[in-house]
């Protein structure tokens, strides 16, 4: 038995979830397939690559048991809603896949450490007017009905 404090090597590496994450709107708006594929990612960072995560949309497919388009989606929500931001470009000619930044983890960087980001505290969920602090100018809900230009004041039909 492991001493109080110390963790067995069988356990291997772990993934910390903050509540704060958990109990964001960005978390919350995930759909199952990105958070499959962001939990994928995490178990290809090993301390000190990040920014350079990789997993090509064939080994998210494999791995995961989603389709080609399902993978693509998770990626771009992933990105869209701030949980990873691409590196450096994959080359499909080279077979290189995408080099991912978990923005929950810090980066080791040739000027130093940089810490972590956490791009999904700033995401908003979009609406139909827009953000709630910048609506838009143009409501797009329906018109009032507009008063007569013409005629007499509304009187009862008389019969």
């Known amino acids: 038995m492991a001493s109080k404090g110390k963790r067995r090597d069988s356990e291997g590496q772990y993934l910390t979830l903050p509540y704060a994450q958990l109990k964001s709107k960005a978390w919350r708006s995930l759909s199952g397939a990105a958070v499959k594929v962001l939990l994928e990612l995490h ?3 090993n301390g000190s690559n990040n920014g350079n995560v990789r997993l ?5 497919v494999k791995a995961l048991g989603i389709s080609k388009g399902t993978a693509q989606r ?8 701030g ?6 470009p994959g080359n499909w000619y080279n077979r290189r896949a995408h080099e991912w930044r978990l923005t929950t983890k810090r ?21 139909k007017d827009g953000p709630t602090e910048n609506p838009s100018p143009n ?17 009862p039909v008389k019969a």
């Not at 998770?74 to 990105?79: G, T, Y």
């Not at 329906?142 to 009187?155: A, D, K, Y």
Request: no cysteine.
């Open 56 to 60: 090509s949309m064939n080994e998210a």
């Open 74 to 81: 998770a990626f771009v929500e992933l990105e869209e809603k």
């Open 107 to 127: 980066m080791q960087t040739a000027k130093g450490l940089r810490v972590a980001t956490n791009d999904w505290r700033f995401w908003q969920p979009k609406t």
């Open 43 to 45: 178990t290809r960072f």
């Open 139 to 155: 409501s797009t809900g329906p018109m009032g009905n507009p008063r007569p230009v013409s005629g007499s004041t509304t009187e």
């Open 83 to 88: 949980f990873i931001a691409l590196q450096t």
